[in-house]
């Protein structure tokens, strides 16, 4: 989950890296109230890049030339996405620009320092350019000097430098950060440097331990739902896509494998949904079975999903109780999927259309389950259990192909 500018500076200000002074724009009108003085700079807060090259980014020196230039920003869409909000900024002339970072390296499994002397990084030969230092054990200043020196700093840059990455080390480990990046870091004639432009990644699995960072998912979760084709996936791990077969499955290999030999057996796969995980704005424990619940119910709220293909591979745990779930849902009454800590709203329940289920089920401890659905009295095709998970994709594919109606 990433912030918009606005939200990074904030945070930036109040760790101690220096940011320009700012002001939040809800509104062209705020522009005459704005506590900063002109030249200033208005930004368009979204959450795509290159906002400078699509005209996201504009100078003005009258209250007159902001409201105008706020109007058209408010009204730019980048990459489809329209701004709810501008950001206001001071001004800055910079005669030195650099690249810092803070990243987790999940092929480590250790935070690692990023600095390059030039802001502009063309990734793909990033390697030549881009110096790194691996932090090993518990941090200290010493790491954030040896990126400055092997950034080639000397003296008070250097210090200044290396005293901005301290910091973003510390905001990184503070707030469960994926992610701290400063882009670029600008150094004045005088030697100032200035954060002006900034991003951060928040770990979505840590957001649980952060009351703040559950506040800003739940805001970040309602804006996207509202401009969502299916607004219940708003703020689910998982894939939106627009076809008919949706998918769930317990981890991110075993859902684009589905989804890989959906679509190479001729079908097209709609939302695909990771059950491993609990919802971004669950503060709450979850457990796998209420995921469970829940997914099928978001799934069958759709209306353009003609079928659900549930691939359950490896370890899952209370088998007994999925096999109650899914038998719930095949052998519904139209009123609710029934589970023992979701209860679907009335809204969902009577949209809801409970399409056939294909359930893959593999590994020793799904036996019980495997014996308990094939008891189950059912409509044709409307559960269809499988071990191999080609015969499930082939039976998904199936079922979600358009039935041919005679003329009368």
């Known amino acids: 989950m990433d912030l918009l500018e606005y939200q990074v500076k904030e945070w930036f200000g109040k760790i101690g890296i220096p940011v320009l002074p700012s002001q939040r724009i809800d509104h062209p009108t705020d522009l005459k109230r704005l506590k900063i003085r002109y ?17 996201g980014v504009r100078f003005v020196e009258t209250t007159i030339d902001a409201i105008a230039a706020a109007q058209t920003i408010f009204n ?25 970072a803070v990243v987790l ?20 030969s990033a390697g030549e350019k881009m110096h790194h230092v691996v932090v090993e054990q518990e941090f200290s200043p010493f790491y954030a000097r040896r990126l400055a020196l092997k950034m080639g700093l000397k003296g008070t840059l250097m210090q200044s430098v290396s005293s901005v990455v301290e910091k973003m080390y510390q905001l990184f480990v503070q707030k ?69 077969i949706g998918i769930l499955g317990n981890g991110t290999g075993s859902i684009m494998a589905t989804l890989d030999l959906v679509t190479s057996a001729g079908g097209k796969a709609g939302s695909c949904l990771n059950l491993r995980h609990a919802l971004v704005t669950d503060v709450s424990p979850t457990t796998f079975c209420s995921r469970l619940a829940k997914g099928l119910n ?48 009335s809204k969902t329940r009577r949209e809801s259309h409970f399409p056939p289920l294909v359930v893959r ?5 799904f036996d019980v389950a495997k014996d308990f659905l094939a008891t189950l009295n059912t409509q044709a095709d409307a559960l ?25």
Not at 86 to 94: D, M, N, T
Not at 195 to 202: D, E, P, R, T
Not at 239 to 244: D, I, N, T
Request: hydrophobic letters at 40%; charged letters at 25%.
């Open 105 to 124: 390296d999940t092929a480590v499994c250790r935070p690692v320092l990023l600095g390059s002397t030039e802001p502009d990084i063309d990734w793909e």
């Open 361 to 365: 089920i593999t590994g020793s401890e």
């Open 176 to 244: 469960d950060l994926d992610l701290v990046e400063i882009n670029p870091l600008a150094v004045s004639a005088s030697g100032q440097v200035m954060a002006l432009n900034g991003k951060v990644s928040i770990n979505e699995r840590a957001i649980g331990r952060h009351r703040d960072l559950a506040e800003i998912a739940v805001k970040i979760a309602n804006r996207q739902s509202r401009s969502s084709v299916n607004g219940h996936l708003g703020d689910w791990d998982g894939l939106e896509l627009h076809g008919k």
């Open 298 to 345: 978001i799934l069958a709220a759709d209306k353009s999903i003609q079928v659900i293909l549930l691939n359950l591979l490896g370890s899952v745990p209370q088998t007994e109780e999925v096999a109650q779930i899914i038998s719930n849902f095949v052998q519904h009454d139209k009123s609710e999927i029934k589970s023992p800590t979701v209860r679907p709203s």
């Open 384 to 408: 269809t259990v499988v071990e191999n998970l080609d015969e499930a994709v082939a039976a998904a594919v199936r079922l979600a192909k358009p039935i041919a109606y005679k003329k009368a």
């Open 39 to 55: 030249p200033i700079v208005l930004k368009s807060q979204v959450y795509t890049g290159e906002r400078a090259k699509a005209g």
């Open 76 to 100: 730019l869409p980048i990459w489809g996405e329209l701004p709810e909000v501008l950001l206001a900024e001071s001004k800055y002339i910079g005669e030195q620009e650099f690249y810092l």
